[in-house]
Nanobody, 123 residues
Framework: VQLVESGGGLVQAGGSLRLSCAAS????????MGWFRQAPGKEREFVGA????????YYADSVKGRFTISRDNAKNTLYLQMNSLKPEDTAVYHC?????????????????WGQGTQVTVSL
């Protein structure tokens, strides 16, 4: 499965961005999907995940209420809607695919990763 993120960029604090993750596999719906982020000098951090059918989502406390994950299995695409962005949200955002039904908060439970898209939030 190849994953390609897009939609990153520079935004002012309080603004919004929508990230997309396009998957190559027709078996996209077989995978739970996750979003992770990594800031310079920091470890990769869980952002949120969505089950294989989109019925279950869960988030890191730091983004809960501001970020929303969704997926369109007909288009083999994962989304991350980010609202009320803060400077501390600045990072490279990666999507990842897990063979489990509901995903995980642990990076090691994900098999496939995208290269990432940069999100920079300025004051």
């Amino acid at each position: 499965v190849q994953l390609v993120e897009s939609g990153g960029g520079l935004v002012q604090a309080g603004g919004s961005l929508r990230l997309s993750c396009a998957a190559s596999a027709r078996t996209f719906s077989n995978y739970a999907m996750g979003w992770f982020r990594q800031a310079p000098g920091k470890e990769r951090e869980f952002v949120g995940a969505i089950s294989w059918n989109g019925g279950t989502t869960y988030y890191a406390d730091s983004v809960k209420g501001r970020f929303t994950i969704s997926r369109d299995n007909a288009k083999n695409t994962l989304y991350l809607q980010m609202n009320s962005l803060k400077p501390e949200d600045t990072a490279v955002y990666h999507c990842a695919a897990s063979p489990s039904l509901y995903g995980s908060r642990r990076p090691n439970d994900y098999t496939y990763w995208g290269q990432g898209t940069q999100v920079t939030v300025s004051l």
